[in-house]
Protein backbone atom coordinates (compact mmCIF):
# COMPACT_ATOMS: atom_id res chain seq x y z
CA UNK A 1 0.00 0.00 0.00
CA UNK A 2 1.79 3.27 -0.85
CA UNK A 3 1.24 6.71 0.57
CA UNK A 4 -1.92 8.74 0.22
CA UNK A 5 -2.43 12.13 -1.08
CA UNK A 6 -5.07 14.61 0.03
CA UNK A 7 -5.85 17.28 -2.06
CA UNK A 8 -5.57 20.86 -0.99
CA UNK A 9 -9.27 21.26 -0.65
CA UNK A 10 -8.99 18.34 1.19
CA UNK A 11 -7.25 19.70 3.72
CA UNK A 12 -8.72 23.18 3.98
CA UNK A 13 -11.78 21.32 4.87
CA UNK A 14 -10.30 19.21 7.54
CA UNK A 15 -9.20 21.96 9.04
CA UNK A 16 -12.21 24.18 9.13
CA UNK A 17 -14.31 20.79 10.40
CA UNK A 18 -12.08 21.10 13.59
CA UNK A 19 -11.87 25.63 13.73
CA UNK A 20 -14.76 26.45 12.89
CA UNK A 21 -17.23 23.34 13.23
CA UNK A 22 -16.21 22.59 16.48
CA UNK A 23 -15.22 19.09 15.82
CA UNK A 24 -12.51 17.20 17.94
CA UNK A 25 -9.28 16.23 16.13
CA UNK A 26 -9.96 12.86 17.13
CA UNK A 27 -13.41 12.96 15.83
CA UNK A 28 -12.69 14.52 13.08
CA UNK A 29 -9.45 12.26 12.29
CA UNK A 30 -11.44 8.93 12.59
CA UNK A 31 -14.33 10.49 10.52
CA UNK A 32 -11.54 11.39 7.70
CA UNK A 33 -9.58 8.40 8.01
CA UNK A 34 -6.65 10.45 8.54
CA UNK A 35 -4.12 10.31 11.44
CA UNK A 36 -4.10 12.78 14.18
CA UNK A 37 -1.21 13.77 14.24
CA UNK A 38 -1.07 14.56 10.24
CA UNK A 39 -4.79 16.92 11.07
CA UNK A 40 -2.87 18.53 13.30
CA UNK A 41 0.32 19.16 10.84
CA UNK A 42 -2.16 20.94 8.35
CA UNK A 43 -4.10 23.09 11.78
CA UNK A 44 -0.49 24.40 12.38
CA UNK A 45 0.80 25.00 8.42
CA UNK A 46 -2.82 27.03 8.00
CA UNK A 47 -2.42 28.62 11.48
CA UNK A 48 1.63 29.58 10.11
CA UNK A 49 0.49 31.13 7.32
CA UNK A 50 -3.14 30.12 5.52
CA UNK A 51 -2.12 32.16 2.14
CA UNK A 52 1.16 29.60 1.61
CA UNK A 53 -0.16 26.73 2.94
CA UNK A 54 -0.18 23.60 0.95
CA UNK A 55 1.08 24.49 -2.35
CA UNK A 56 0.66 21.40 -3.48
CA UNK A 57 2.38 19.04 -6.27
CA UNK A 58 5.20 21.05 -8.03
CA UNK A 59 4.81 24.45 -6.06
CA UNK A 60 7.38 25.36 -4.02
CA UNK A 61 6.83 28.17 -1.04
CA UNK A 62 8.86 31.61 -2.56
CA UNK A 63 11.46 31.24 0.35
CA UNK A 64 11.76 27.26 -0.89
CA UNK A 65 11.68 28.16 -4.69
CA UNK A 66 14.69 31.27 -3.41
CA UNK A 67 16.57 28.53 -1.72
CA UNK A 68 16.71 26.39 -4.70
CA UNK A 69 17.65 29.02 -6.94
CA UNK A 70 20.75 30.06 -4.47
CA UNK A 71 22.07 26.40 -4.48
CA UNK A 72 22.00 26.28 -8.38
CA UNK A 73 23.95 29.54 -8.70
CA UNK A 74 26.42 28.32 -5.97
CA UNK A 75 26.94 25.07 -8.02
CA UNK A 76 27.45 27.01 -10.80
CA UNK A 77 29.73 29.83 -9.34
CA UNK A 78 31.97 26.32 -7.69
CA UNK A 79 32.29 24.86 -11.43
CA UNK A 80 33.52 27.87 -12.79
CA UNK A 81 35.92 28.76 -9.75
CA UNK A 82 37.49 25.02 -10.24
CA UNK A 83 37.50 25.35 -14.29
CA UNK A 84 39.92 28.72 -13.71
CA UNK A 85 41.68 27.16 -11.04
CA UNK A 86 42.44 23.77 -13.56
CA UNK A 87 42.58 26.33 -17.09
CA UNK A 88 45.66 28.61 -15.13
CA UNK A 89 47.70 29.52 -18.12
CA UNK A 90 45.75 28.61 -21.06
CA UNK A 91 44.92 31.97 -22.19
CA UNK A 92 47.81 33.18 -23.17
CA UNK A 93 48.20 29.80 -25.07
CA UNK A 94 45.82 30.30 -27.43
CA UNK A 95 42.59 28.76 -28.87
CA UNK A 96 44.16 25.53 -29.51
CA UNK A 97 45.31 24.68 -26.10
CA UNK A 98 41.72 26.01 -24.27
CA UNK A 99 39.81 23.71 -26.83
CA UNK A 100 42.25 20.60 -25.96
CA UNK A 101 41.38 21.48 -22.10
CA UNK A 102 37.93 21.97 -23.21
CA UNK A 103 37.63 18.42 -24.66
CA UNK A 104 39.53 16.70 -21.78
CA UNK A 105 37.48 18.03 -19.11
CA UNK A 106 33.85 17.75 -20.77
CA UNK A 107 33.34 14.87 -18.34
CA UNK A 108 33.74 16.71 -15.72
CA UNK A 109 31.50 20.09 -16.59
CA UNK A 110 29.25 20.72 -19.04
CA UNK A 111 30.62 21.97 -22.18
CA UNK A 112 28.89 25.96 -22.29
CA UNK A 113 29.76 26.10 -18.88
CA UNK A 114 33.69 25.84 -19.91
CA UNK A 115 33.29 27.54 -22.42
CA UNK A 116 31.30 30.47 -20.78
CA UNK A 117 34.29 30.46 -17.71
CA UNK A 118 37.61 30.38 -20.52
CA UNK A 119 35.79 33.50 -22.55
CA UNK A 120 35.63 31.56 -25.66
CA UNK A 121 32.75 31.00 -27.87
CA UNK A 122 30.62 27.24 -27.70
CA UNK A 123 29.89 27.41 -31.33
CA UNK A 124 33.49 27.91 -32.07
CA UNK A 125 34.70 25.06 -30.17
Do not use: Y
Amino acid sequence: MGRRSFSREFKVEAVRLVRERGVSVTQASRDLDVHENLLRKWMKQVEDDPRQAFPGHGVMKPELAEIERLKREVQKLKAERDIQKKSRGLLRQGTDVMFRFIAKHRGIWPVALICEALGVSRSGF
